[in-house]
C-alpha cells in the first residue's frame, strides 16, 4: 500500500538537476560538441574519466590535413568544411579565453608515393623546393598543400575554458558504465559513482566508447608515439611548412619546436613510449630534416587515437532515441571536431545536417 513521503523528499526530487544533453568524453571532440550545444542555450553536462583533452587530443599533431588522397571519399565534404571552420573558431576562442592555439596557415609540404595525388595542391619543382625549404632534403616529388596546424593542448586548453565561460558542467573523475533507457529511449547516464537524468546522450568516448554499454560501438585503440624537438638553433627557424612522408610528419610550431610523429600500433590500451621507437622516429625525421639531428628532444608520448574497422568516424543518431555517436575520427580528430560538433547540435535540435551521414552511422558493424 502507498505510503505519503516526507515533504523533504518532494523537494529533493524536485530540486534533481538535469540536463538538456550529456556528452560522454571531454576530448576535442565532445569539448566541440559542448560548445555548439551552449551556443544553442542547451544545458550540457560533460562526463570525462579522466581529465578534460588530456587522451587523444592532447597527443595529437593538431595537423588540419583535409588534402590527404587516404581520406575516404564520403569523408571529403566533412573535412574540408571542418577545416574552413577553423579561422573563425580560433578567433573566437582567442578573444574569449586569451589562449594563444597558434592556428599556422603557411600549409604543408607533402611527399606521396608513385601514383598517388593530392585532391587540390600545387606540384613543386626541385627549384621551388628549395627556394621554400632550403634545409630540406626531398625524397620524391613534392606537392605545396594549402592546409594548416593548431596546436591540440592551447585547443583543448581553449574549449575547456569556453565551455565552463558558457555555464557547461563538467564531471571528471569517473567513467561512464551504461547508458540507461526506457523503451530504447535515451533516460539518464550511470558512472562508477552517480546517475544523471538526461533525453540526449552523445558517446565522444574516442578509444573508450565501445566500453559504454548497451550499444556496442566498434572502436578500438590505435596507438601512436610522438616527440618534440628544439633545433640547435632553433631562432632561424629550419622549418617554416609541416612536412608529410607517408605517416611521418614534421610539425614547426610558433615557439621554435618541432613535433615529429609518428607510430600506427595496435597496442591496446598501452601507451608505454619506447626509448628505440622514438629514436628511430628521431632518425626519419633526420633525414628529411638534418638540423633535426643536432636538436634537443623536449619531451616524448603516446596516444591512442580511436580507429573503426573501414577507418570512417561514427557520427549521428542510432537506432535508441537521443543516443548520438560522435566517436571514431582515428586520425582526423582535431580536423573534423568543429564541423561533428556542429552535425551533433543540429540533431539535438531536431534539425536536418546538410551532410550525408549514413557512411557513418554508429550501427553499420552491427
Known amino acids: 500500500m502507498w505510503a505519503p513521503q516526507p515533504l523533504d523528499s518532494f523537494r529533493y526530487n524536485l530540486h534533481v538537476k538535469t540536463w538538456d544533453a550529456i556528452v560522454v568524453g571531454g576530448g576535442v571532440i565532445g569539448l566541440c560538441c559542448a560548445l555548439e550545444l551552449s551556443r544553442r542555450q542547451r544545458r550540457v553536462l560533460i562526463i570525462e574519466r579522466g581529465e578534460l583533452g588530456r587522451e587523444a587530443s592532447s597527443a595529437a599533431g593538431g595537423m588540419l590535413a583535409y588534402c590527404d588522397p587516404h581520406t575516404p571519399e564520403q569523408l571529403q565534404p566533412l573535412c574540408n568544411a571542418s577545416a574552413g571552420m577553423y579561422p573563425e573558431l580560433v578567433l573566437e576562442l582567442e578573444e574569449e579565453t586569451g589562449v594563444h592555439i597558434d592556428l599556422r596557415r603557411e600549409g604543408a609540404i607533402a611527399f606521396f608515393d608513385h601514383g598517388e595525388s593530392p585532391p587540390s595542391g600545387q606540384a613543386l619543382s626541385p627549384e621551388e623546393l628549395a627556394r621554400l625549404e632550403p634545409k630540406l632534403v626531398a625524397p620524391l616529388q613534392g606537392h605545396l598543400l594549402p592546409e594548416a596546424t593548431v596546436d591540440p593542448r592551447k585547443l583543448v586548453e581553449a574549449l575547456s575554458k569556453a565551455v565552463h565561460r558558457r555555464g557547461v558542467d563538467v564531471s ?76 611521418n610528419y614534421l610539425i614547426p610550431r610558433s615557439d621554435g619546436r618541432i613535433v615529429i610523429g609518428t607510430t600506427v600500433e595496435e597496442a591496446g590500451y598501452d601507451k608505454h613510449v619506447d626509448p628505440a621507437t622514438i629514436q628511430s622516429l628521431h632518425q626519419q625525421a633526420t633525414f628529411l630534416l638534418p638540423e633535426i639531428g643536432e636538436g634537443r628532444i623536449l619531451e616524448a608520448w603516446s596516444g591512442l587515437r580511436p580507429g573503426t574497422p573501414d577507418g570512417r568516424p561514427m557520427i549521428g543518431e542510432t537506432s535508441y532515441g537521443g543516443y548520438l555517436a560522435a566517436t571514431g575520427h582515428y586520425r582526423d580528430g582535431i580536423l573534423l571536431a568543429p564541423i561533428t560538433g556542429r552535425i551533433i547540435a543540429a540533431l539535438v535540435c531536431g534539425e536536418t545536417p546538410e551532410y550525408d551521414l549514413l557512411p557513418f552511422s554508429a550501427e553499420r558493424f552491427l
Open 172 to 247: 571528471s573523475g569517473s567513467a561512464v558504465v551504461e547508458v540507461e533507457m526506457s523503451t530504447r529511449k535515451v533516460t539518464a547516464v550511470r558512472t562508477e559513482k552517480s546517475r544523471y537524468p538526461a533525453p540526449f546522450v552523445i558517446n565522444c568516448a574516442g578509444a573508450w566508447a565501445s566500453a559504454v554499454a548497451p550499444v556496442p560501438f566498434r572502436t578500438r585503440p590505435v596507438k601512436g608515439q610522438m616527440l618534440a624537438v628544439v633545433p640547435q638553433h632553433h631562432e632561424h627557424f629550419p622549418l617554416r611548412h609541416v612536412v608529410r612522408h607517408g605517416k
